[in-house]
């Protein structure tokens, strides 16, 4: 069975750096793409980044602050968050894509204080 744990979140100040990873197990098949989502309280789940070969995908709103990279040995993607603001606090969550299947972690949290 596919797991992902994401570690790494925590409560930074405005203008702080975070870097989440996410590690993979139970992985059978190759992994396709691997992503990042965020949700806030009382708002939709939305894409962050993504990562599938050598392309990767932003939401505007991170572009040129976050990046995302892969270690395909260990199964692993992170997301190195740099330049941090309040509206970036939420749950962020890892997901991949294997045997035709999405596999999402459990979550951790970003807190951006002001």
């Known amino acids: 069975q596919v797991q992902l744990v994401e570690s790494g979140g925590g409560l930074v100040q405005a203008g702080g750096s975070l870097r989440l990873s996410c590690t993979a197990s139970?992985?059978?098949?190759?992994?396709?793409?691997m992503a990042w989502y965020r949700q806030s309280p009382g708002k939709q789940r939305d894409l962050v980044a993504v990562?599938?070969?050598?392309?990767?995908n932003y939401a505007d709103s991170v572009k040129g602050r976050f990046t995302i990279s892969r270690d395909n040995a260990k199964n692993t993607v992170y997301l190195q968050m740099n330049s941090l603001k309040p509206e970036d606090t939420a749950v962020y969550y890892c997901t991949c894509n294997t045997g035709g299947r999405d596999y999402w972690g459990q979550g951790t949290q970003v807190t951006v204080s002001s």
């Open positions: 990562i599938s070969g050598g392309f990767t």
């Open positions: 139970g992985i059978i098949f190759s992994i396709n793409a």
